[in-house]
Structures are given as C-alpha cells and as structure tokens.
C-alpha cells in the first residue's frame, strides 16, 4: 500500500527566476567569505593556516560523504515527477541511506584519529589546535553531507531557493556572527571557534529537510520509478568524482600546509578566499541551470538545450570576469584588506583569477556531461585534473612556494575544463540525431568577454594600487558593462525571458 502524498510536488523554476535567486544568494555568500577571511585573517597566520586546513578537511569529507546523491537527484527525480502516480519519496531515501552510514563512520574516524591527522597535516608549530578544531568539526560531517544531498533533492524538484537559503544565506550568515563573537573576544580558542562554525551547519541540516517536505519530496503516490540499481549505477561513479572535484578545490591549503607549514597555509587559504567568492557565483550560475539542462536533454530538446548552455556560459563570463579581471590587475588592495602581512603574496591571486576566467568562458562543461548521463566520463575528467594537481604542487610548491601552489591549481583548473569540453562534444554527437554537438563558448560568450575586457583593464591599468581606486575602476567598469549589456542584450539572452521547459 503506498501512502499518502504529503504535498504536490511544486512547478519548475524558470532558469531566469533560479538564476537570479542564486545570484543573490552568491552574493551574500561572497561578502560571507571576504568576512570570515578578514576575521580569521586578523589572528597570526600560524592560526589562519590551522583554520583554514580544518575546514578544508571538513568539507571535503562531508562533501565526499554525499556520495553524488545530489548531482543523482538533480538527473533522475524529473522521472518521478512524470505521470499521475509521484514518487519522490523512495528515490531521496535511497540516497540518504548510503549517505548517512558513510558520513557517520568518516565523522567517528575523524573524531578518534584527530591527533595522528593534525601531526601528518602541520608541518610547523603544535598539533594541539588542529586536533582540538578536527575533533568539532567531526560534528559537522553528518549534517553537511545531509544537507548536500537534501538541497540536491530540491533542486531536483525545481527550487533552487532552498540551496540559496541554506547554503549561501543561512549557513555563512550564522557563521559569520558566532565567528565574530568569538574571535573578537581577545586569544581565539580553537575549539569555541571550531563550534562557531559548526552550529549553523547543523541547523542548514534542519532547514533542508522541511524544505524538502514542502516541496513535495516525501510524497508517495505510486511504485518506485528508478531502481536502486540505476540510481547508483549513474551515482557511483559522482560519488567519486565529487569528492575529487572538492578535493581539487581544498587540498591545495592542505598540502601547503603539509609542504611549507601552517604560516603558509594562512595566507595562501586566507587569499584563495577572494577566488572562492567569485567561483560562488559561477557555481550559482550552474546550480540554476541543471534542472533545465537536464529536462531539455531527456526530452531530446536540444536545441533548447545548446541555448541553455550557450546562455549561461554568456552569463558566467559577464558575471565572473569583471571580477577576475579586477582581481588579477589589483591583487594587492585587496590583500591588504585582510591584512598588511598578506601583501607580498598578494600576486598568487594574478593566477589563481586566471585560472578561474579560463573555467568562466568553458561555461557549466562538467555539469553539461552530467546532465548527459556520464558521470564516468566527469570522473575520468576529475582524476586527470586532480593527478595533475598534485603532482605540479609537489614539484612546484616546494621550489616556488605558494606561488608554485597557485600555479599548479590554475593548470588543473583548465586541464579539468579541456577534458569535459571534449567529453560533451563527443556524447552530444552520439546522443543527438542531429549530430551536432553541446558547447558553452559562442557568440554571446565573446560579446560578453569583449564587455569585460573594455571595462576594466583600461581603468585597472590607469588606477593607482590601493582599494579606493579599485572601488573607482569598479565604479566606472559598471557602468560600462550595463551599457554593454543593454546594447547587446538580444545576443546575451536578456532581451527576453529565458527558455523554460515544461513539467
């Protein structure tokens, strides 16, 4: 007997309206990073570096821990949604399961071999902190791979307000006022600092379950549509993936530390948190577009579908490289936000930016191969990039210090890219009668690349290097780029509202 549905599954989001949402959601989490940075930032960099690397670990486990289920729930629970009988339910329990175990046992593994970690990971200085943050953060473990995989089932279902919500206003908004409590109270102590930062992850967990409740992810009004067996057959191989392509994005704190020593870790982590504010809003972008992405390639739509990424590649490039550009010609005022000591590395932003406009301009490539059902191939991408990481920082960070670090990153970044083009080039060929194939870079990502290009490196060039001239290149570069954006807004997509696809 099934039971009853708790609530109608609700309609899908326009890509317009959840491409909006998470860009202000993005936003919020950008002026997040640059706060928890600057306070963090105000203690000794040996302090900085053991934040910083406890967290890295953190959240690679809780996003391991999520086993793909997210990226799982995005490309099958339109297929639940199809028809009169709905079936949500069976398919987010299938996720959580596996989930659950995994997190719990990597969350007591953490919790009893911290000390042994802290030793391996901390190069210079005690351990001790860096024990004392690991053991809390073991805390988060669970209810961040929950929550992974709950805001995953959401956007699944065609919201991608609660991800905003949770993940980039809640969550970042909590932390930052425990963490400035705490860390304006004089000495920091590691562990109240280590529970600032994880009680928000704890309630995000709370939040995304009543989400997906309303949503209608627990209703059950028929049989189960997708088999365990095709579920983690697909999922399998994200699983893996997602926690290499987290890995790709944190190790790199971990490994410096490991390498040069906690004093390096703080500000390499503490810089690399003005890149990670921009790759939140390319990140939102792409979190917007999946579940449209996906409808249209399961339905054979694709010439809907090619608009979809063409648009949104357009759209990561007028986003992002205003930004990278403004940070790659301008590194230092925005060190010297953090802090004076951080000033002289400031130039491994020069190349971490790079990095991220080349990623900008592939567009969502490694979400379009999902979307295409070939999470082996995205794995396939990952571990090239990942491998390729690790070994240039192990020739590079040692000769050239964080410098040799943002070096090897930035190569990977576009190793990673390069992959995934040619993976989705190949697929859509063979998946599309048509044959011809999916690819982010276009005519709108060009016009959008000219726009950012002519509004800010003129300005940055001429503009002295403190923050009140990068405030008035930016002050200038804005308005430049509205007009840029208007004169060309038939080809950038927003001339008119975005394609939808029908539920």
């Keep these: 007997m ?18 909006s949402l998470a860009m202000v959601g993005a936003v919020i989490t950008t002026i997040a990073n640059f706060a928890i940075a600057y306070l963090v930032s105000r203690e000794s960099t040996s302090f900085a570096g053991v934040f910083f690397v406890a967290t890295a670990v953190t959240t690679i486990l809780g996003n391991s821990s999520c086993l793909g289920t997210m990226t799982g729930l995005v490309y099958f629970l339109p297929q639940t949604l199809d028809g009169e009988q709905k079936n949500p339910r069976d398919l987010i329990l299938k996720a959580l399961g596996p989930v659950v175990v995994v997190s719990l046992t990597l969350a007591v593994l953490v919790a009893l071999f911290a000390s042994p970690m802290a030793s391996v990971i901390t190069k210079d200085g005690s351990p001790d902190d860096l024990t004392a943050m690991l053991r809390v953060f073991s805390l988060a473990i669970v209810p961040f791979a929950l929550t992974v995989t709950l805001l995953g089932a959401t956007r699944g279902l065609g919201s991608v307000t609660p991800t905003v919500l949770v993940n980039q206003v809640m969550r970042p908004a909590g932390q930052i006022v425990l963490l400035g409590l705490l860390l304006t109270m004089g000495t920091p102590n590691p562990t109240l600092v280590a529970v600032g930062w994880t009680i928000p992850v704890i309630v995000g967990v709370v939040v995304a379950a009543i989400a997906v409740a309303r949503l209608g992810g627990f209703a059950n009004d028929g049989p189960a549509q997708v088999s365990n067996k095709e579920f983690w057959g697909y999922t399998r191989a994200r699983a893996l993936s997602t926690s290499l392509q987290i890995a790709l994005e944190r190790i790199d704190v ?37 579940p449209s992405l996906r409808r249209a390639i399961s339905r054979g739509q694709w010439e809907v579908a090619q608009g979809l990424l063409r648009k949104a590649t357009g759209w990561l490039v007028m986003i992002a490289w205003p930004y990278f550009l403004i940070l790659a010609l301008k590194p230092e005022p925005f060190a010297n936000l953090l802090n004076a000591n951080y000033v002289s590395d400031a130039q491994i932003m020069t190349l971490l930016a790079v990095g991220m406009m080349f990623s900008a301009a592939s567009g969502p490539i ?3 191969l999902l979307m295409l059902g070939r999470s082996d191939l995205s794995l396939v991408g990952v571990a090239v990039a990942i491998v390729t990481d690790l070994v240039l920082l192990a020739v590079l960070a040692p000769a050239y210090g964080i410098m040799g670090a943002a070096a090897a990153w930035a190569i990977s970044v576009a190793v990673h890219n390069t992959i995934a083009a040619g993976f989705v080039h190949r697929q859509s060929r063979q998946q599309n009668p048509a044959s011809w194939s999916l690819h982010g870079p276009s005519r709108a990502s060009g016009i959008a690349m000219a726009g950012a290009l002519l509004a800010v490196v003129p300005i940055g060039l001429l503009v002295g ?14 308005p430049i780029l509205a007009i840029w954006a208007f004169v060309f807004r038939s080809q950038l997509g927003f001339a008119k509202s975005s394609p939808t696809i029908a539920s």
Excluded at 276 to 290: D, E, K, T
């Design 2 to 19: 099934t039971g009853p549905v708790l609530t109608a599954p609700k309609p899908v989001q326009s890509m317009g309206m959840a491409s």
């Design 254 to 290: 971990i490994i410096v530390g490991a390498l040069i020593g906690n004093g390096a870790a703080g500000v390499y982590g503490a810089l690399s948190r003005f890149i990670s504010a921009g790759n939140f809003l390319m990140f939102s972008v792409s979190q917007a577009v999946s």
């Design 366 to 368: 490694d979400l379009c």
């Design 465 to 478: 290097d403190d923050f009140i001239h990068v405030i008035l290149a930016g002050a200038v570069a804005g």
